[in-house]
């Protein structure tokens, strides 16, 4: 109950981080094309992505504590990467990537594609909670597979980036988010047993007849 509340905490800290960013950087950064770290143009940018950083790994680690070991290691895997992104900012935008914009960017691939993986890892283990937490591992999957796909032609070759690489990756944000919750999300309760007819008490046999 106590990692669910943190998760909720954790989450609710990324959202608020996340909202005040998207609201101080209007007319700033362009929401459709361009990613969360470039907020980190903003005067509190980098401290806003901090916190949001901060969020995440207590949610992320709070919902570790139920899966399996494997799953566990993953996500303390992840929270590094997060970490990571935290301490080396992106380049600005208009500006070439430097070591702390690479570092950021691999980083940053790990922390999307590490939870689905730690979900369908720790999946084989969770009893009654393996089909939501297959089915939110999933659906995180594909939104990060999305968003890192998009962003590769621009990290790897130098191409374009993606008109809407912003968008692609809001929405892979959700969706991890979605994923953090459902890990520290308690097992769904067992349904009663089936209750059994009492048997007909049976005297004893006296052993006469009339």
């Known amino acids: 109950m106590v990692g669910r509340g943190v998760a909720w905490v954790g989450v609710a800290v990324v959202a608020v981080a996340v909202v005040v960013l998207h609201v101080v950087g209007t007319g700033t950064v362009d929401p459709v094309t361009q990613t969360i770290s470039d907020y980190v143009v903003l005067q509190d940018g980098a401290a806003l992505l901090g916190l949001a950083a901060a969020g995440l790994i207590a949610a992320g680690l709070a919902g570790a504590v ?7 290691r993953l996500l303390l895997l992840w929270a590094a ?25 691999w980083a940053g691939a790990l922390v999307f594609a590490l939870p689905p993986l730690a979900g369908v890892v720790g999946a084989r283990s969770a009893g009654s909670r393996r089909v939501p937490l297959l089915a939110a591992s999933v659906a995180a999957a594909v939104a990060a597979g999305a968003f890192l796909l ?61």
């Not at 139920?66 to 566990?72: E, H, I, K, P, V």
């Open 81 to 105: 990467a997060v970490l990571l992104v935290a301490v080396f900012p992106t380049n600005l935008p208009g500006q070439p990537a430097d070591v702390s914009a690479l570092v950021h960017r």
């Open 150 to 210: 998009a962003h590769a032609p621009h990290v790897l070759a130098g191409a374009d980036v993606f008109p809407w690489l912003g968008l692609v990756e809001r929405v892979a944000y959700v969706a991890l988010l979605a994923l953090l919750i459902v890990f520290a999300a308690p097992a769904p309760a067992a349904p009663p047993p089936l209750l059994a007819t009492p048997a007909s008490p049976v005297g004893p046999a006296t052993g006469r007849t009339a």
């Open 66 to 72: 139920s899966l399996s070991a494997t799953a566990r």
